[in-house]
């Protein structure tokens, strides 16, 4: 049974940090890009970054850049968001996402449209 299993998430601190992790179970990930995604109440889910499968090409939303990292672990089939300097507006329910072939696309890699296999998500909540 194909799986992907986030976690990590929880309640910070404007300021703090957190990292996310995204499991696979059932495939390997070697040949899938990555995503992660997130959405807050009552709004759109949002690209938040993406790396290819060799992990040779990142993007990453505007909004985060500079303060989060993805990165992907393909021997733990696991791939992770470090999440530095969180602000209130981060506060999100975080989805990771995979899809093939393993580019994320420059004008693409935001669209959920384009991802196959989700993970249920991780609550996210920054808040003092």
């Known amino acids: 049974q194909l799986q992907l299993v986030e976690s990590g998430g929880g309640l910070v601190q404007p300021g703090g940090s957190l990292r996310l992790s995204c499991a696979a179970s059932?495939?390997?990930?070697?040949?899938?890009?990555i995503a992660w995604f997130r959405q807050a109440p009552g709004k759109e889910r949002e690209g938040v970054s993406c790396t290819s499968s060799s992990g040779s090409s990142i993007t990453y939303a505007d909004s985060v850049k500079g303060r989060f990292t993805i990165s992907r672990d393909n021997a733990k089939n696991t791939v992770y968001l470090q999440m530095n300097s969180l602000k209130p507006e981060d506060t999100a329910v975080y989805y990771c996402?995979?899809?093939?072939?393993?580019?994320?696309?420059?004008?693409?890699?935001?669209?959920?449209?384009?991802?196959?296999?989700w993970g249920q998500g991780t609550q996210v909540t920054v808040s003092s």
């Open positions: 996402a995979v899809t093939s072939p393993g580019v994320c696309g420059e004008n693409t890699w935001y669209r959920a449209i384009r991802y196959n296999y």
């Open positions: 059932g495939f390997t990930l070697d040949y899938y890009a």
